[in-house]
């Protein structure tokens, strides 16, 4: 009898999205259960009754994520010329928020996957925060 391809030895739960190459690397995408607010030094920088937040294990077992719709961020970022490549989200950009006074507030605050894989179709047009830089706050729906 042969032995079990590596993928094979995987259990693939459902709703869950892997890494063809390496089915260890996996992502879970859920709906935030309530409404999310995004602020920096009590700036308010977004806020969603849609976000959504992913849970994925990789090289290591990351924090969870949220992504809000773009049209809910509420102010200006300002993309910079940095882009990544996630196996299974696509090539990201990454954002600096713009200041009040329309110089750069925080460099590298937001990053978004525009074009995303088929797979992770779910955060096309959705923009994250980095925790450390912002507040992030949820509170139940209303």
Same mark, same amino acid.
Not at 44 to 57: G, H, M, T
Not at 75 to 84: C, G
């Given at each position: 009898? #042969?032995?079990?391809s %590596?993928r ?11 890494n063809?190459? @390496?089915?260890?690397?996996?992502? %879970?995408i ?11 030094? /009590?700036r308010?920088?977004?806020?969603? @009754?849609?976000?959504? *937040?992913v =849970?994925e $294990?990789?090289? @290591? ?6 992504? =809000?719709?773009a049209?809910?961020?509420?102010? +200006?970022?300002?993309?910079n #010329? ?7 989200? /696509? ?8 200041g009040? #006074? /329309? ?10 996957? *525009? @074009?995303? =894989?088929?797979?992770? $179709? #779910?955060?096309q /047009?959705?923009? $994250? ?10 509170? +139940?729906?209303?």
């Amino acid at each position: 009898m #042969d032995k079990p391809s %590596r993928r094979e030895e995987v259990t693939l739960a459902k709703e869950t999205i892997h890494n063809p190459e @390496d089915a260890r690397h996996f992502m %879970r995408i859920k709906p935030v259960a309530g409404r999310v607010r995004i602020s920096h030094r /009590g700036r308010l920088l977004a806020q969603s @009754d849609r976000a959504l *937040r992913v =849970l994925e $294990a990789g090289k @290591d077992l990351y924090d969870p994520t949220i992504y =809000l719709p773009a049209g809910d961020v509420t102010v +200006p970022l300002v993309e910079n #010329d940095k882009t990544t490549y996630c196996p299974i989200k /696509g090539h990201a950009s990454y954002f600096a928020l713009e200041g009040e #006074d /329309g110089g750069i507030a925080v460099e590298e605050i937001a990053w978004s996957y *525009r @074009d995303t =894989l088929e797979m992770a $179709a #779910d955060l096309q /047009g959705r923009i $994250a925060f980095y925790p450390a830089k912002v507040t992030i706050e949820e509170s +139940p729906a209303e």
